[in-house]
């Protein structure tokens, strides 16, 4: 099969009309969405809102039931696409770090690049090295998940994704399963992505992430999007009654 042809003007992801049902449940209703290139969007909004299911379906882990969801210009929801070619240059960390508990930390950061980019044994290790240097954990190369902190563990995780070259990154609550002391270190890794221009969609509980970090937010309530713009304005200045009702109860 070709390689995947991106279309390098096109928003990094554009959402068109999306719905999906679980069965008789209708979780997301139209949405219309879109993330430049370079750009950290962060997502927002209760339980139950949508938007870890919005995540999911952009790199097709949940299927759409209808509309279109396109990554660089190509078309995620074509049923012919080579989603295991797509999904090699989207990043994606889950709040469960799902590492392989049998594999050292460097072996858990080789695999795929080995069996789904076909590097060497060589090559891989050198990257894989790279990005465990850029999130401070390179000391632990040798290390099993289990003699690891959640959080030490989560870093691993992005280090991981991180290690096949994505050219975007998807973070579904990644700091939801830490303790609050280990928080900071994974938002910390977070945020040198976004400084070094990494596209990035957060679906997040950390407003002060979202405000600091990035460049557009978005709350989600019932299935829609409620409201988004800038996050300092959204923080500070909700439009619709939902947000205000909303962030009175986490800010």
Same mark, same amino acid.
């Given at each position: 099969?070709?390689?995947?042809?991106?279309?390098?003007?096109?928003?990094?992801? +554009?959402?068109?009309?999306?719905?999906?049902?679980?069965?008789?449940? *209708?979780?997301?209703?139209?949405?219309?969405?879109?993330? +430049?290139?370079?750009?950290?969007?962060?997502?927002?909004?209760?339980?139950?809102?949508?938007?870890?299911?919005?995540?999911?379906?952009?790199?097709?882990?949940?299927?759409?039931?209808?509309?279109?969801?396109?990554?660089?210009?190509?078309?995620?929801?074509?049923? +012919?696409?080579?989603?295991?070619?797509?999904?090699?240059?989207?990043?994606?960390?889950?709040? *469960?770090?799902?590492?392989?508990?049998?594999?050292?930390?460097?072996?858990?950061?080789?695999?795929?690049?080995?069996?789904?980019?076909?590097?060497?044994?060589?090559?891989?290790?050198?990257?894989?090295?790279?990005?465990?240097?850029?999130?401070?954990?390179?000391?632990?190369?040798?290390?099993?998940?289990?003699?690891?902190?959640?959080?030490? *563990?989560?870093?691993?995780?992005?280090?991981?994704?991180?290690?096949?070259?994505?050219?975007?990154?998807?973070?579904?609550?990644?700091?939801?399963?830490?303790?609050?002391?280990?928080?900071?270190?994974?938002?910390?890794?977070?945020?040198?992505?976004?400084?070094?221009?990494?596209?990035?969609?957060?679906?997040?509980?950390?407003?002060?992430?979202?405000?600091?970090?990035?460049?557009?937010?978005?709350?989600? +309530?019932?299935?829609?999007?409620?409201?988004?713009?800038?996050?300092?304005?959204?923080?500070?200045?909700? *439009?619709?009654?939902?947000?205000?009702?909303?962030?009175?109860?986490?800010?």
């Amino acid at each position: 099969m070709p390689d995947i042809q991106v279309d390098t003007n096109a928003p990094a992801i +554009d959402v068109q009309e999306l719905h999906k049902y679980f069965g008789d449940n *209708q979780v997301l209703t139209g949405i219309d969405f879109e993330v +430049d290139r370079g750009q950290v969007v962060c997502v927002i909004g209760p339980s139950g809102s949508g938007k870890s299911t919005l995540l999911r379906c952009v790199n097709r882990l949940e299927e759409p039931t209808s509309g279109k969801i396109f990554v660089e210009g190509v078309e995620v929801t074509d049923p +012919d696409v080579d989603l295991d070619q797509l999904r090699s240059r989207i990043g994606m960390v889950f709040q *469960q770090f799902n590492l392989f508990p049998h594999l050292t930390v460097l072996d858990n950061l080789t695999i795929a690049q080995t069996k789904v980019k076909k590097r060497g044994k060589d090559e891989a290790r050198e990257i894989a090295r790279a990005t465990l240097e850029k999130v401070g954990l390179a000391h632990r190369e040798d290390a099993y998940p289990a003699h690891l902190s959640g959080g030490q *563990q989560q870093r691993i995780a992005i280090a991981r994704a991180l290690s096949m070259s994505p050219d975007l990154m998807l973070f579904d609550e990644p700091t939801s399963a830490l303790d609050p002391e280990l928080v900071g270190d994974v938002l910390d890794v977070m945020k040198d992505l976004a400084a070094e221009g990494m596209t990035m969609m957060v679906v997040t509980h950390e407003m002060g992430f979202a405000r600091e970090v990035g460049h557009k937010l978005v709350f989600m +309530d019932g299935g829609v999007i409620v409201e988004e713009g800038d996050p300092k304005e959204v923080l500070g200045n909700p *439009q619709q009654e939902r947000t205000q009702s909303f962030l009175s109860k986490v800010l």
